[in-house]
Nanobody, 117 residues
Framework: QVQLVESGGGFVQAGGSLRLSCAAS????????YGWYRQAPGKQRELVAV???????NYADSVKGRFTISRNNAKNTVYLQMNSLKPEDTAVYYC???????????WGQGTQVTVSS
């Protein structure tokens, strides 16, 4: 089992910045990659960014150049630095941990990010 606890969400004006944190605990040795997803009201959950154990990162086109995912392995923590925020970034952001064998996805409880225009 892996537990994920997000923090750092909040309310910010357009153009501002926020940093989300995701603290992982439990059987983190089994995790292959960590990611951030978001879900806006009335929309499906979508991938924002992912980082593998090797440090490879991938981003949704909508956040490239504005968001940065990183990890501190010593602290078992994953971060999402969000700059130049836009109102369309408003959503609940979820931390995800992917276990490969057997395949399973762990989720945090989510943290609200609200960007005003």
């Amino acid at each position: 089992q892996v537990q994920l606890v997000e923090s750092g969400g909040g309310f910010v004006q357009a153009g501002g910045s926020l940093r989300l944190s995701c603290a992982a605990s439990g059987s983190t040795f089994s995790i292959n990659a960590y990611g951030w997803y978001r879900q806006a009201p009335g929309k499906q959950r979508e991938l924002v960014a992912v980082i593998s154990n090797g440090g490879t990162t991938n981003y949704a086109d909508s956040v490239k150049g504005r968001f940065t995912i990183s990890r501190n392995n010593a602290k078992n923590t994953v971060y999402l630095q969000m700059n130049s925020l836009k109102p369309e970034d408003t959503a609940v952001y979820y931390c995800n941990a992917e276990r490969v064998a057997p395949r399973y996805n762990y989720w945090g409880q989510g943290t609200q990010v609200t960007v005003s225009s």
